[in-house]
């Protein structure tokens, strides 16, 4: 697997990840009103792209345990 293989699957696997993070959250808020499931499933990126500001919010910590 080439460097640009690696890092292809890298970005990608990040991506997954916040979407997963940022759906769990919108559905447990869901929850938290009452509203109907379907209220969670909001994911509208701009042409696949994750907002910076997701990112951050709900992108990998660089806290480490010990």
């Known amino acids: 697997m080439s460097i640009a293989d ?5 970005m990608a696997r990040e991506h997954q990840q916040v979407k ?8 447990r808020a869901a ?3 009452g509203l109907p499931e379907e209220a ?3 994911w509208n990126p701009i042409q696949g792209k994750v907002d910076a500001n997701a990112r951050m919010i709900y992108g990998p910590s660089h806290a480490s345990m010990s």
Request: proline share 0%; aromatic share 0%; glycine share 0%.
């Open 20 to 27: 997963n993070r940022q759906q769990s959250i919108l559905m």
């Open 40 to 42: 969670s499933h909001n």
């Open 31 to 33: 929850q938290e009103l």
């Open 6 to 10: 690696k890092s292809r699957a890298l």
